[in-house]
């Protein structure tokens, strides 16, 4: 019978899968705080598949059926979300309107999201009751208060740290199961853990009419670029702030809109626009009466400056690469010797042989060169 790739009804550029990359984050913190850095004995399955998923991860060169128990490697544990789902944090000044509904800046883009709660589970298997014992009181400490961490996640062309914050609500040695006297003629020792983790649902991308489809480049069948809700703004200033913390000196880049001697320069406007997979526009905006007599652009990768006559109110910038992120500023000089320096972020299409690539499965050899 044949059969039909599903397509997908949404567009998911930019949508971040926030419990995803929740699951990573606890994974890291079992290996860490119970494995001793080993991230292959913690893996996602439900209770009932846990030991054929171990099975899967260690060697599959024997039938499950006849393999011996001691092969599974203990010790390990596997995690599966309670049958539930978000839950928004009710604490008290949690939820706030301002960053759900309308959106604070992060760097450069705009985020709204919802601070949410969601409950995970946890069991621990070992084949030794001193080592089942010893992780008992290991994870047991970590009970006592609520621990603060954080995971890296993609959003609007950058990367975005959302804090992930842990409570562990239960903790039990050799719980009763459906299988405790299987466990117990086999000498297995079990923990159960029951995880709250605390962290935020992201805003999902806004999606275009059902009519309209989305291509390679990014434009909507239209003719429209298409935008997924993300506003970005552009930095204006760079400052590097030197702060003493006990005796050691550290170095902190801090972003303000403005400078601590205000320029005498005026700029109203700066975009990029245009962009393609090998050129963007860059375009500004000032007064009439401004005093400009010289601008300049630097670009990531490009070592010479570009100088543009001051009358000018866009520059194309061509050569790039496709797929590329760069990095440029423009600064403006003033007949008074002041200058104002602004930043920009490009970000080229990919070419359609990098999209190939990027999709293509793990095992294909497209890419490969010879």
Do not use: C
């Not at 030991?51 to 260690?58: M, N, S, Y």
């Amino acid at each position: 019978m044949e059969t039909f790739a599903s397509k997908q009804f949404y567009i998911h550029k930019n949508f971040v899968n926030t419990y995803y990359y929740i699951y990573m984050a606890l994974e890291q913190w079992i290996s860490r705080a119970v494995f001793r850095e080993d991230a292959s004995r913690v893996f996602l399955a439900s209770n009932d598949y846990a030991f054929r998923r171990r099975f899967e991860l260690t060697d599959m060169s024997r039938n499950f059926n006849d393999i011996e128990i001691s092969s599974l490697k203990f010790p390990f544990a596997n995690y599966w979300p309670l049958n539930s789902s978000w839950e928004p944090d009710n604490r008290v000044a949690a939820l706030n309107a301002k960053l759900m509904y309308e959106g604070i800046y992060e760097n450069d883009v705009k985020i709204k999201a919802i601070p949410s709660t969601i409950s995970i589970g946890s069991v621990f298997y070992f084949d030794r009751e001193d080592d089942a014992r010893l992780a008992y009181e290991m994870i047991y400490y970590h009970k006592i208060n609520e621990h603060y961490y954080s995971t890296i996640v993609p959003f609007g062309g950058n990367t975005l740290e959302i804090p992930v914050n842990m409570e562990i609500v239960n903790i039990t040695f050799n719980p009763d199961t459906n299988e405790s006297s299987w466990l117990q003629n086999n000498r297995i020792f079990t923990i159960k853990v029951d995880f709250k983790l605390r962290s935020y649902v992201l805003f999902p991308p806004e999606q275009p009419n059902y009519k309209l489809d989305l291509d390679v480049n990014g434009y909507l069948s239209d003719g429209t670029l298409y935008g997924d809700g993300i506003d970005k703004y552009f930095l204006t200033e760079e400052v590097i702030l030197r702060q003493k913390n006990f005796n050691d000196l550290y170095t902190s880049i801090l972003t303000i809109d403005g400078s601590i001697v205000p320029s005498d320069i005026k700029i109203n406007k700066l975009i990029v626009s245009d962009v393609s997979q090998g050129s963007a526009k860059i375009s500004w905006e000032f007064p009439e009466d401004n005093d400009i007599t010289r601008i300049s652009i630097t670009l990531n990768g490009k070592s010479e400056p570009i100088n543009i006559s001051p009358e000018k109110n866009f520059y194309i910038l061509d050569n790039l690469n496709s797929g590329a992120y760069y990095i440029g500023y423009i600064t403006f000089y003033s007949s008074k010797g002041s200058s104002k320096k602004l930043s920009f972020v490009v970000e080229t299409l990919k070419s359609q042989e990098q999209i190939e690539i990027s999709n293509a499965p793990t095992n294909s050899l497209i890419g490969v060169t010879w």
